[in-house]
């Protein structure tokens, strides 16, 4: 396993359009993290989960954003309706229960 | 590639000195820390954690300091070196819940 990979890399989409990200953790682990990061500024967490149960979702910045783990593996972030606001690197992270997250390389998204 | 955090408070050292990165962090019921090493165009490298049963941990060439009583973590970095530059993040994580937060970041800069 070579860690937590993210795909695509870069997405370039229209404003209006909607897309979708996929992150697959490092296996052992089970829980996953999504976090979204613009310049100058720390990663902000917007939702996890542990297992295939989404724990956490209050953080996603609109209903326009959601995030699926159907079989506790890999999981999709997907945003409708995009706007040149949610330019930005979309994070993903894995870890055991208790201990530290390990990234991915994130997937850089430009709305046009 | 893309450079991450344009307007971050910045540290610049020679190459060979030791380098102190700080941070404060925003609740005191945290009670476990983490940084992270951010390169331009790449996902956060987890570098060194602690809990706040402890004050201080050491790995290789990074120690981390963990000062509860004014809420303020620091990174020292020993024999800096060019491959040091990046940003670096301080993480929290409260027991209560499962979000990592992120402080807003220091970019270190290591003049050969």
């Known amino acids: 396993d070579t860690g937590v990979s993210q795909n695509p890399r870069h997405k370039i989409t229209k404003r209006g359009q909607n897309v979708t990200f996929r992150c697959d953790p490092i296996s052992e682990h089970n829980r996953l993290y999504w976090y979204r990061q613009t310049l100058g500024q720390g990663p902000e967490f917007l939702t996890y989960f542990q297992n295939e149960a989404q724990l956490e979702k209050s953080r996603l910045l609109s209903d326009r954003f959601s995030a699926e783990r159907p079989k506790g593996s890999f999981s999709t972030l997907e945003i409708q309706r995009t706007e040149q606001g949610d330019s930005a690197m979309y994070l993903c992270?894995?870890?055991?229960?208790?201990?530290?997250?390990?990234f991915g390389q994130g997937t850089r998204l430009t709305v046009v | 590639g893309e450079s991450v955090g344009l307007h971050l408070p910045t540290l610049s050292v020679q190459e060979g000195d030791n380098s102190i990165i700080n941070c404060a962090y925003s609740?005191?019921?945290?009670?476990?820390f983490i940084w992270y090493k951010q390169e331009s165009g790449k996902g956060p490298q987890f570098i060194i954690d602690?809990?706040?049963?402890?004050d201080k941990r050491q790995g290789q060439r990074v120690t981390v300091l963990l000062n509860k009583t004014v809420k303020h973590l620091s990174l020292q970095i020993a024999a800096t070196q060019p491959g040091d530059s990046a940003v670096y993040f301080c993480a929290e994580l409260l027991n209560a819940g499962n979000m990592l937060t992120f402080g807003g970041g220091t970019r270190l800069m290591v003049k050969p």
């Open positions: 602690i809990r706040s049963n402890m």
């Open positions: 609740n005191s019921a945290s009670d476990y």
């Open positions: 992270a894995s870890s055991f229960e208790y201990g530290e997250a390990f």
